[in-house]
Structure formats: C-alpha cells, structure tokens
C-alpha cells in the first residue's frame, strides 16, 4: 500500500522515456514516402501516435515483468 506512489512515478517515467525512444527510433524509418504528398499535419500525428503506441507496449511489458518478478518471492512463503 505504501508503495503506489513510487510505482505511480515510475510508470510515468517508464511510459515517458520508453515513447522518446519510440519517437527517436522512429525518426530512421521514411513513412512519408508511404503517404500522400501535402499531408503534414496527417503525417506528424502519425508519428506521434505511432510512437505512443509503441512506447507503451514497451513499457507495459517491462512494468509488468518488474511487477511478476516482485510478485514471484510471494510464491515461495
């Protein structure tokens, strides 16, 4: 109970940094060839919503994974 704070914290954190990354590692991929020419707007919200559904795919499952291996002790009590 105590500790919803800091799991709070650090899943914005995790969220935050894991959609930069998204974001960054997108910047390599060329999707406005994909696309239709004068459509800037379209395809700046693309990347942004790409990103953010990147980013917390990636940060659920390492929040998941740091949330089982604290649960997995609890097995052996």
Do not use: T
Not at 41 to 52: D, E, M
Not at 54 to 77: A, E, H, K, T
């Amino acid at each position: 109970m105590d500790d919803f704070g800091q799991i709070a914290l650090v899943s914005i954190l995790s969220h935050l940094v894991c959609i930069a990354v998204s974001w960054w590692a997108l910047q390599a991929i060329r999707l406005e060839k994909l696309l239709k020419p004068n459509h800037v707007f379209q395809a700046r919200l693309l990347y942004i919503l790409l990103a953010i559904f990147i980013g917390s795919s990636v940060s659920n499952f390492f929040l998941d994974y740091l949330q089982w291996s604290r649960q997995l002790p609890l097995m052996f009590q």
